[in-house]
C-alpha cells in the first residue's frame, strides 16, 4: 500500500486575484512565511504561495457563485503551526493588519490542548491555524 505523505498543494478558485492576493500576502508571507511566485496557465493568472511542505494556489474563478462552507466541497482549511505560542502570535499578528481572526484560545471540546485561531478569507473561505497537538504528534512518531 502506498503513503500519502502529505499535501502537495491546494488551489482556491478567487473572484477577485488582486484582493484576495493583497488578504493572502497578510497572512502566508507576512504571518506565516511562505514565499510566493506568479505564472500564467491556460491563458489564466495564478499566484503561488509554498512552504517547504505544500503549495496554496490562487487562481481567477470562472463564475460568479460565492462560496458556502455548508454546500458540498470544502468546509475550512486548518494550517497548523509548532505551538500554542505561534497561534497566538498569529491570530495577534493577523489582527494587527486588520484581518478579521478570532482571538487564540483553547477548544478543549475538540482536543484538551487544541488552540486555534479563526479567519475568513476574501471570498468566504473558513481558515483556521491551530498547535501541533499532542495527539498529532503521535500519530505521527508512533505510526
Known sequence: MTEVIGIDHIY???SDLNRSEVFY???LLEALGFRKNKFTLGGDPHVQY???HFGYVLRPARNEATHDSYSPGLHHFCLRVDSVADVVAVATQLRGTGIT???AK???EYASDYW???FTDPDGIRLEVTNYRLERREHHDNW
Do not use: G, M
Open 12 to 14: 482556491i478558485a478567487v
Open 25 to 27: 500576502d497578510l497572512v
Open 50 to 52: 509554498f512552504n517547504r
Open 101 to 103: 481572526a478570532s482571538e
Open 106 to 108: 483553547l477548544y478543549p
Open 116 to 118: 486555534a485561531t479563526y
